[in-house]
């Protein structure tokens, strides 16, 4: 099963990150527009414990593929979150490999 073109997003309404003495605060927002999206699937049978015979789905080969030129990152908030907002666009490649892992474990 194959899907492409999936959008997605993400909203964090509020967060707070201390890193020595700087205290971020703020929200965030991320949207992911162009997510692709590869399910292979194992049929099979299963038994209930009442007897009865019913049909069972496992996931096989999962590969999700986002595109780490069509996400955007916003962060905003106090005076260091927008400061980190700036150099959001730096971290793109290594937050769309996270997610990517997750999703696909996930599944």
Known sequence: MVIKNLSGGYHCGSFRAKEWLFI????IDVE??????SVGLK???QV??????????EPRDVNLDINRFDIKIHISGNI???F?????AIFQ???CDLLENVAETAL
């Open 80 to 82: 260091w979150a927008d």
């Open 43 to 45: 049929f099979d049978t």
């Open 93 to 95: 490649g290594l937050i």
């Open 84 to 88: 980190a907002g700036a150099f959001a």
């Open 24 to 27: 971020a605060k703020g929200h």
């Open 48 to 57: 209930l414990p009442d007897g009865t015979v019913m049909p069972q789905f």
């Open 32 to 37: 992911l527009n162009t997510i692709d999206l």
